[in-house]
């Protein structure tokens, strides 16, 4: 399945999918596959595609079924879903990083 929002971006910024492989450290043809849908991008690559094209997520990701083996769709992901999970991923990786600091703190007091 074409990611047909995904292409709808690039072109209207007149970016080839050279250019956007070279930004992603992709070969063209590696790109290509992920933009006809025929490899799944991880969130990492969806994050750094929002950051090249500097859209929001919602703007370019398209929700997908995630098969099982026989090609039952067992999941639907919505793109609000998913961006709501990108954005709790940063925050609790922030968390993280400040509960490290003020154990640090608190060690240092000791």
Same mark, same amino acid.
């Given at each position: 399945m074409k990611l047909l929002k995904l292409i709808k971006q690039r072109k209207n910024r007149g970016l080839s999918q050279e250019c956007i492989a070279e930004k992603m450290n992709f070969t063209q043809s590696q790109y290509c596959r992920r933009e006809?849908?025929?490899i799944q991008m991880t969130i990492s690559e969806w994050e750094k595609l929002s950051l090249i094209l500097d859209v929001n997520?919602? =703007?370019i990701y =398209?929700?997908?079924f995630i098969k099982q083996q026989?090609?039952?769709p067992i999941l639907?992901?919505?793109s609000?879903?998913?961006n709501d999970v990108l954005i709790l991923n940063r925050e609790?990786?922030?968390?993280k990083k400040e509960n490290?600091?003020?154990?640090?703190i608190l060690r240092s007091k000791k």
């Open positions: 006809n849908g025929l997520l919602n =703007e =398209e929700s997908k026989n090609g039952i639907i992901i919505n609000s879903l998913y609790l990786k922030l968390l490290q600091k003020l154990k640090k």
